[in-house]
T-cell receptor, first 118, second 114 residues
């Protein structure tokens, strides 16, 4: 079956521009996560969506970052007024439930979007 | 602060030998640990996990060991194969955190030489 897909695979933008990154989770997965991996670093949690609950935004590094998840499926991560330090690979993951009661559901990752801010 | 740390950025082993990848953590609330494998231009893929109630979990050639008192876990791959060459990430989660957000280490690049 189809895995997690992300688009675009690569994005080059100029400092100060806004970018939108898209994630299509695995069908039926109610939990969706965004992470980013900066050069030489591990994956850093950004935001988590679970069903219709309010998202956990505690990992977003600044108010220039926002994310939406429409209809409980597709998610868009938006970075406004991009800065060079935003350059990273942005990874999306989904899992079946993701709630505390099933906190051990495996997260399946997409291939990521490589963002380069010039 | 780096709550999950992989101190070796790279490891090189010969085919057929054992690969041992190490991971240390500082947060005593972590109670579930995972290893992910990542090939270039792909997302990480789940490899193996262990709950804090266990000290060992085995799946084929892969075994994860957990030493809670030392806050240390390791991944053993035996025998190592060239196809195992990838970046391996250690990750941890705590049941109190919302969902199962993962905290990752920096990764270790494993190279298995034929």
């Amino acid at each position: 079956g189809a895995g997690v897909s992300q688009s675009p695979s690569n994005k080059v933008t100029e400092k100060g521009k806004d970018v939108e990154l898209r994630c299509d989770p695995i069908s039926g997965h109610t939990a969706l996560y965004w992470y980013r991996q900066s050069l030489g670093q591990g994956l850093e949690f950004l935001i988590y969506f679970q069903g219709n609950s309010a998202p956990d935004k505690s990992g977003l590094p600044s108010d220039r970052f926002s994310a939406e998840r429409t209809g409980g499926s597709v998610s868009t991560l938006t970075i406004q007024r991009t800065q060079q330090e935003d350059s990273a690979v942005y990874l999306c993951a989904s899992s079946h439930q993701g709630g505390i009661a099933d906190a051990r559901d495996t997260q399946y990752f997409g291939p990521g979007t490589r963002l380069t801010v010039l | 602060d780096q709550q999950v740390k992989q101190n070796s950025p790279s490891l090189s082993v010969q085919e057929g030998r054992i690969s041992i990848l190490n991971c240390d953590y500082t947060n005593s609330m972590f109670d579930y640990f995972l290893w992910y494998k990542k090939y270039p231009a792909e997302g990480p893929t789940f490899l193996i996990s262990i709950s804090s109630i266990k000290d060992k979990n085995e799946d084929g050639r892969f075994t994860v060991f957990l030493n809670k008192s030392a806050k240390h876990l390791s991944l053993h791959i035996v025998p190592s194969q060239p196809g195992d060459s990838a970046v391996y990430f250690c990750a941890a989660s705590a049941v109190e955190t919302s969902g199962s957000r993962l905290t990752f280490g920096e990764g270790t690049q494993l190279t298995v030489n034929p």
